[in-house]
């Protein structure tokens, strides 16, 4: 079992930046693959970016590509997300997620935070 608890999130101005962090608790963080994921109103879920479960390999949306970051400190059961640069269509709950693979697919996922909202004004 983990369970995760995100924070950070806030309203920013364009171009801003903001660092999410996911607090997870249980033994077996380190195992899991994770990844952060938002929704906007009225739209899907949407992949952001996820991480593997020793940090050696990433992915990111192309949407945010290059803007974005994630990491993870496994002694700390933490995974962060950078956000620069942000555009105002960077606006959403964005949620962290935990899998036993690395994917960009939310229904491999098998635990999720609660999520925590970021607002970017133009």
């Known amino acids: 079992q983990v369970q995760l608890v995100e924070s950070g999130g806030g309203l920013v101005q364009a171009g801003g930046s903001l660092r999410l962090s996911c607090a997870a608790s249980g033994r077996t963080f380190s195992s899991y693959a994770m990844g952060w994921f938002r929704q906007a109103p009225g739209k899907e879920r949407e992949r952001v970016a996820a991480i593997s479960w020793s940090g050696s390999r990433t992915f990111y949306a192309d949407s945010v590509k290059g803007r974005f970051t994630i990491s993870r400190d496994n002694a700390k059961k933490t995974v962060y997300l950078d956000l620069n640069s942000l555009k105002p269509e960077d606006t959403a709950v964005y949620y962290c997620?935990?899998?036993?693979?690395?994917?960009?697919?939310?229904?491999?996922?098998?635990?999720w935070g609660q999520g925590t909202q970021v607002t970017v004004s133009s």
């Open positions: 997620a935990a899998s036993t693979v690395l994917t960009g697919q939310s229904g491999l996922y098998d635990y």
